[in-house]
């Protein structure tokens, strides 16, 4: 079975600063990758996904996530943060081999931005 | 604008009461989930549904029935509420494509109390 890590459970950073959020699967083939946002008492947002093709995927917001499979990886960067994008972040991962569509959630990360 | 709209923001229930839950998309998507969502422990999926009177237990199902009678709405039970379900409860949908994944389109979330 798949399942994520999410390693961070609090990142903070200075506005304008370069932000990486880290994100680590196990499964034994290409998984399906997701990175979602959450801002205070909403529920998920969508930023960008990988299943196949180009392993740097750019989303919303100005994000991008590069899938790495040498190290399960699937890590999410902006270069410029803004105090808006203070939320929790959570990765997913999904097993298209399974012919399911349940999706695993991490524990998630939340970031906190200082003016 | 794709939509999944979740009743209830916020509720309040009394430990005993059988409380419903309702979800409805407007996206003619094809599965449905539930989930719950605890700090530090991430989103959980309790039960999921790919098609009409189809449902699966997600993993952690006890205490908790749904149902959905029809294609656009997706019903969460809690038959017999307890302290420890208290929680915020996240409704999903997606489309199935055999081509790459759709990501999961979330409501706003129902934050239970049970007192």
């Known amino acids: 079975a798949q399942s994520v890590t999410q390693p961070d459970i609090h990142i903070t950073v200075s506005e304008g600063a370069s932000l990486e959020l880290r994100c680590n699967y196990s499964?034994?083939?290409?998984?399906?990758l997701f990175w979602y946002v959450q801002s205070p008492g909403q529920g998920l947002q969508l930023l960008l996904k990988y299943f196949s093709g180009d392993t740097l995927v750019q989303g919303i917001k100005g994000f991008e996530a590069e899938f790495k499979r040498s190290q399960s990886s699937f890590n999410l960067r902006k270069p410029s943060v803004h105090w808006s994008d203070a939320a929790e972040y959570f990765c997913?991962?999904?097993?298209?081999?399974?012919?399911?569509?349940?999706?695993?959630f991490g524990t998630g990360t939340r970031l906190k931005v200082l003016a | 604008d794709v939509k999944v709209t979740q009743s209830s923001r916020y509720l309040v229930k009394r430990t005993g009461e059988k409380v419903f839950l309702e979800c409805v998309q407007d996206m003619d998507h094809e599965n449905m989930f539930w989930y719950r969502q605890d700090p530090g422990l991430g989103l959980r999926l309790i039960y999921f549904s790919y098609d009409v009177k189809m449902k699966e237990k997600g993993d952690i199902p006890e205490g908790y029935s749904v149902s959905r009678e029809k294609k656009e709405r997706f019903s969460l039970i809690l038959e017999s509420a307890s302290t420890n379900q208290t929680s915020m409860y996240l409704c999903?949908?997606?489309?199935?494509?055999?081509?790459?994944?759709?990501?999961?389109?979330f409501g706003s979330g129902t934050r239970l109390t049970v007192v």
């Open positions: 999903a949908s997606s489309q199935i494509t055999g081509q790459g994944a759709y990501g999961y389109t």
């Open positions: 499964y034994g083939a290409t998984p399906y």
């Open positions: 997913a991962v999904g097993a298209p081999l399974t012919g399911t569509y349940k999706y695993i």
